[in-house]
């Protein structure tokens, strides 16, 4: 397997070319440096060796300019400069193959799960719920999986939150103490999350990680891309939608040991969003997910400005290391130089916390694993520059890789089956007539009347009724997506709690 040129040495005498070992890329990384110092373009030149040699890459476009990737760069006199000056042979402007993504489905194909699927955990940090507001949303998340309940959409969690109200009393009975003021609260916070476009997150159909694995028939990676211009202005809805596809990716890939290459390469811009406000807890298990998810094949690829924005737990299982320029302006940024020169093996040859000030844009630190895993001495690099065009493309471009999107028919349309807001929707309209009471003290289905007799009562609860579907019924919508019935929502939200224990 060829591996990936990152640059060229200008450290020791014979000026070798740096490169990434792919049976080393899932040892995971890292790539640092002050704004405007060469970061991004970096990560493009990463994620497009990774797609030539066949490795899927996602990646969030938090500037606008990583969409640059799809189209075929310009040639120019200091990009043929550098070319020259590194050496690369078979160097031809190109672009990669890509799929655009976009929560709010603008920009690229809509990315959705359901309420079901985040949990309450990641749902609270996303509303900035307290830890009181949190455990009532526990609360009704049970309730729904209790009387099987889908929760799809934030439609279905607003109806179920006006059930919880209107049945407060009998509810806090059975599940403990639900206090109107916490409901008010997260149906605020829901408020404002759909203001901000929220609603277009949550629902089906749900993404699928198969389609972020995705290789083109001539063998290379498929390089997905979400658009986060505007998401990164509500940076817990960010961080958390970007931690949910890490544990789903963690959950649901089988263990492979160490591959060749990767299966896939995550990365996480913007990572200090990530820990800012995250508990101890938090932390704890997303360091848990990066040690351990490796060994499914994927390596997780952190970028900031500081290296120490990235816990010093995680810090150290990042192998693959790119440190471009920091000024030492502040103690702050002193405190990082100092931070980026300690994480680094030595070399004799170079004075790393001098240098770290002095790199050129387009210069970075750079210590890859070498064989057996070893960490190269750190080496000051000229990054060669990636071949695809570096800034924003136009929305005729854009339009055309979207039109020739392997997902488009798959995702653009909206599903909305049978889920919560619906069934509670009937219980009112039945109750009513059964003669029966929407509260809690009698969630399940009310008693068939016994006109007919029990031979007809028995047939109806089976096969249901004109306004009831029946017991066959809804095991066969259940049995066709497990994920949806109320054990596999249980199971997942388990498995998600074990990942991202509760504060509590």
């Not at 030539?52 to 996602?58: E, K, L, M, T």
Request: with cysteine; aromatic share 6%; net charge neutral.
């Amino acid at each position: 397997m060829d591996p990936i040129l990152v640059g060229k040495a200008v450290t020791t005498a014979d000026g070798g070319k740096v490169s990434l070992l792919p049976r080393y890329a899932n040892r995971h990384g890292l790539v640092a440096g002050a704004t405007g110092t060469g970061k991004t373009v970096t990560l493009m030149t990463l994620a497009e060796g990774f797609s030539r040699i066949g490795v899927p890459v996602f990646l969030a476009d938090v500037k606008g300019d990583v969409a640059g990737l799809a189209v075929a760069g310009t040639p120019n006199d200091k990009v043929a400069a550098r070319v020259a000056q590194i050496g690369i042979a078979d160097y031809a402007p190109e672009g990669a193959p890509t799929i655009f993504w976009d929560l709010y489905g603008k920009l690229g194909h809509p990315v959705r799960a359901t309420i079901s699927e985040i949990g309450p955990t990641l749902l609270g940090r996303i509303l900035e719920l307290n830890d009181t507001q949190e455990g009532v949303l526990e609360v009704v998340f049970k309730l729904a999986d209790d009387n099987g309940w889908l929760l799809l959409d934030m439609d279905d969690l607003r109806t179920l939150l006006n059930h919880v109200s209107d049945n407060r009393k009998d509810i806090s009975a059975t599940y403990g103490l639900v206090s109107t003021q916490s409901i008010g609260a997260i149906q605020r916070a829901l408020l404002q999350l759909g203001q901000q476009g929220g609603d277009a997150f949550f629902g089906e159909p749900a993404l699928e990680l198969s389609d972020l694995m995705r290789t083109t028939p001539d063998g290379r990676g498929v390089i997905g891309i979400l658009a986060a211009d505007q998401l990164i202005l509500k940076p817990r809805l960010y961080s958390s939608f970007l931690l949910w596809l890490l544990s789903e990716l963690f959950e649901k890939l089988p263990e492979v040991g160490d591959l060749d290459k990767p299966k896939l390469v995550f990365v996480f811009d913007e990572a200090h969003l990530l820990f800012d406000d995250a508990p101890p807890a938090l932390q704890q298990r997303i360091e848990q997910v990066v040690r351990l998810i490796r060994s499914k094949g994927v390596g997780v690829y952190f970028c900031s400005q500081f290296p120490d924005d990235v816990p010093d737990n995680i810090l150290g299982q990042l192998g693959n290391r790119v440190q471009h320029a920091l000024r030492a302006y502040t103690p702050r940024d002193q405190k990082a130089v100092k931070t980026a020169a300690e994480t680094f093996v030595p070399n004799p040859g170079l004075d790393v916390a001098r240098t770290i000030s002095q790199l050129e844009t387009g210069e970075a630190l750079v210590s890859m694993l070498l064989d057996k895993g070893v960490p190269m001495p750190v080496e000051r690099t000229l990054v060669a520059p990636p071949r695809c065009r570096m800034g924003a493309i136009t929305d005729a471009e854009r339009a055309k890789v979207r039109a020739g999107s392997p997902v488009g028919g798959k995702y653009d349309t909206t599903a909305d089956r049978e889920s919560a807001a619906e069934m509670l929707a009937a219980r009112h309209v039945d109750a009513p007539a059964n003669g029966g009471s929407t509260r809690q003290g009698n969630t399940a289905p009310a008693s068939p009347a016994p006109t007919g007799g029990l031979q007809q009562s028995v047939k109806d609860i089976m096969f249901g009724t004109s306004r009831r579907q029946g017991v066959v019924e809804s095991m066969a919508k259940q049995a066709a997506r497990t994920v949806g019935s109320q054990v596999g929502r249980q199971i997942l939200r388990g498995v998600l709690g074990g990942i991202f224990g509760g504060r509590r």
